[in-house]
């Protein structure tokens, strides 16, 4: 399998309860490497591009107020199948559905304050890292 990059989001509900550090471990006990990394704060208004795909959803709203909420911490992970294995690791959407062991089973408090983001395919992880990163800033 090919190596790969994905963009990664610690979301509020995780910044706020310190559980940076053991997401991260999460992603590095899977094989994933941390690439690139930092703390910010986003407006709704950046909240709102970045989910721009969900803007006619119910939960759109709610959303982008959500992430703007408190700090997250955005990370390229870099690993072969990396945005898979990556899903993987963060365990389903709604936290009732995920697997034992999982980031999301483990830490997230509901289907919306869900502890993690992970892009779904290669086009929208470049497109993700690229909403956040210059190039300079990937370190393999
Ligand atoms: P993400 O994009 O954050 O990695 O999560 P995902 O692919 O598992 O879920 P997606 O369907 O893309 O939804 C994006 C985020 O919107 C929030 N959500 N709230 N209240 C709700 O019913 C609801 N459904 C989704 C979650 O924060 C979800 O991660
Ligand atoms: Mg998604």
New binding site residues.
């Given amino acids: 399998m090919a190596v790969e990059r994905t963009l990664s989001?610690i979301?509020p509900d995780a910044t706020e309860r310190n559980l940076t550090g053991a997401i991260v471990a999460k992603f590095e006990e899977s094989g994933l490497r941390v690439v690139a990394s930092k703390r910010i704060h986003l407006t709704p208004a950046q909240a709102g591009q970045f989910?721009a795909?969900?803007a006619e959803?119910?939960?759109y709203g709610?959303?982008c107020e959500?992430m703007a909420s408190a700090p997250v911490v955005v990370q390229v992970l870099e690993g072969e199948g990396a945005i898979a294995k990556n899903?993987e690791v963060?365990g389903?959407?709604?936290p009732a559905d995920a697997a034992p062991g999982t980031i999301r089973a483990e830490f997230a408090k509901?289907?919306?304050?869900?502890s993690?983001?992970?892009?779904?395919a290669p086009e929208t992880a470049a497109e993700e890292i690229a909403f956040f990163f210059s190039g300079l800033e990937l370190v393999g």
Avoid: C, Q, W
């Fill in positions: 989001i979301k989910y795909v969900h959803r119910p939960f709610e959303l959500f899903r963060m389903a959407t709604n509901s289907v919306g304050e869900n993690v983001h992970g892009s779904d």
